[in-house]
C-alpha cells in the first residue's frame, strides 16, 4: 500500500501540474483550453529533438521552457486573443481546433510511433522504511512541490505575481489600475506552457513519448482541475494527487477495469457535497 501510495502520489503531481496550466490560463482569461494536453506532447517532442541533436540534457530542457514560452505566446496573441470575451463555449470550440491541429502536426512531422525519452532520475529503486521506491517518482514529487512553492512566491511577492492575481480577481479594475490586461494574458498562456512542458518531461520517461502521450493524462487533469475548483492554483495540485492516489489503490486492491472510473466517482461525490471543488470560495458579489 506505501508503494501504491507514494506512487499514485507521483502520478497525481503529474496531473497537478498539467490541471495548474489548465486553471491558470482559466482563471486569467476565461478560455478552458482543451489543446493544452497537445501543447505539452509537442514541447516534449521538442525536447526531444533538442537531445537528437546532441545538445546536453539540461540544455535541451532550457531550450523546450524557451520553446514552451513561445509557443503559449503565439497561440495567446495570434488565436486566442480575437476570442477574449466571447462565450466560453466559442472559446472552447477554438482550442478544441488546436487540439485537433496540433495532434495532426505532430503525427506529420514526427510520425506514430513511440519513442523513449531519457530522465534525471534513476528508474533503481530504493527502499524507505521496506517500501521499494522509484527515484524517478521522489523526482516527480520533488521538482512539483519546488515550482508549487516558486509559484507561490511569485504570486505573493512579485509586482507582476500581484498585477496577475488582480487580472484575475477583477480585469476591470485591473486596467483602470493601468495594468497591462493584455501583456498579463499573453504571461498567463506562457507560464501555462512552460508548466505543462515540465510536466511532459517528467512523464515521458515514466511511459513513452507518442503523439497520444496525453490524451489520458488531461481527462484526469481536467478531473483534478474540477475536484480542486476550477480557479484554485493549489486545489487543482491537491485534486491531482486525490485522484492519483484514488486511481493507483482501485487498480491495486479493486480491479485494473474500476482504476479510470472510481477517481471521477469520487469527483462526482466530492462535488455534489461541494460544488465549487475542495479549495474554491463561493464567489459572493456586492451589489
Known sequence: MGQMIVSGIALGAIYGLVALGIVLVFKATGVLNFAHGEAVMISTFVALTLIKLGLPYWLAVLGTLVFAAAFGWIIERFIIRPFLGK?????????????????????????????????PFSQKPIFI???????????????????AGGLFAFFRFTRLGIAMQACMENPTAAQLMGIPIRRIHSLAWMLSHMIGAIAGLLIAPVTFLHFTMMQHVLHFAFAAAVLGGIFSLPGSLIGGIVIGITANLTGAYVSSAWKEIVPFAVMLAILILRPHGLLAVRPVKKV
Not at 462565450?87 to 510511433?113: E, N, R, Y
Not at 522504511?129 to 515550482?147: H, K, N, W
Open 129 to 147: 522504511s521496506g517500501v521499494a521506491v522509484s527515484p524517478a517518482d521522489l523526482g516527480i514529487v520533488g521538482v512539483a512541490s519546488l515550482l
Open 87 to 119: 462565450s466560453l463555449l466559442v472559446s472552447g470550440i477554438a482550442t478544441l481546433g488546436l487540439f485537433l491541429l496540433m495532434g495532426d502536426f505532430a503525427v506529420w512531422l514526427w510520425g506514430k510511433d513511440p519513442f523513449d525519452f531519457p530522465g
